[in-house]
């Protein structure tokens, strides 16, 4: 993916953004009686493509709820494009920015595979929080990974 389709403009020599991609294919249950994608369900594909590039990078959900961090969602947003329809492949582009040493903010574009349109684009912005649920910052490898 180059760097104007999803990432976010990025300091001048800084390392390129983490970035995943994942493969979906619309589902019948995901589509209305036209046979269009129900849009929330575009917020499901980003976590598929979020989960993805966390495992990618070395840190699964798993891992990070068991050494005692989540990563609640506090913002989200998708702009609809053209739609998706049952049956279609979808890749899920999806990379990660650190906003501040407690929130990570994460890019999706989601493009059809057969004509390589753009379908929806989007980001979520989440915040770091320990066992009891309060602020914290995010671990030192996770912070590097994503300056």
């Known amino acids: 993916m180059s760097a104007d389709q999803t990432e976010p403009a990025r300091k001048s020599g800084a390392p390129p953004a983490p970035c995943a991609s994942s493969r979906v294919r619309v589902r019948y249950a995901e589509t209305d009686t036209m046979g269009v994608v129900y849009y929330a369900n575009y ?44 049956d279609d492949e979808l890749e899920v582009r999806t990379s990660g920015t650190l906003l501040s ?24 912005v989440h915040a770091t929080l ?18």
């Open 101 to 124: 040493p407690v929130r990570v903010q994460f890019t999706y574009e989601v493009v059809r595979t057969a004509d390589a349109a753009t379908l929806a684009t989007g980001t979520t």
């Open 43 to 86: 917020f499901v594909w980003f976590e598929v493509g979020r989960t993805d590039l966390l495992r990618e990078s070395g840190w699964t959900y798993r891992d990070m709820e068991r050494d005692g961090f989540a990563l609640p969602v506090i913002e989200a947003h998708c702009q609809y494009r053209e739609p998706a329809k049952y």
């Open 130 to 147: 320990d066992r009891s649920g309060r602020p914290c910052r995010l671990p030192a490898r996770v912070r590097t990974l994503f300056a």
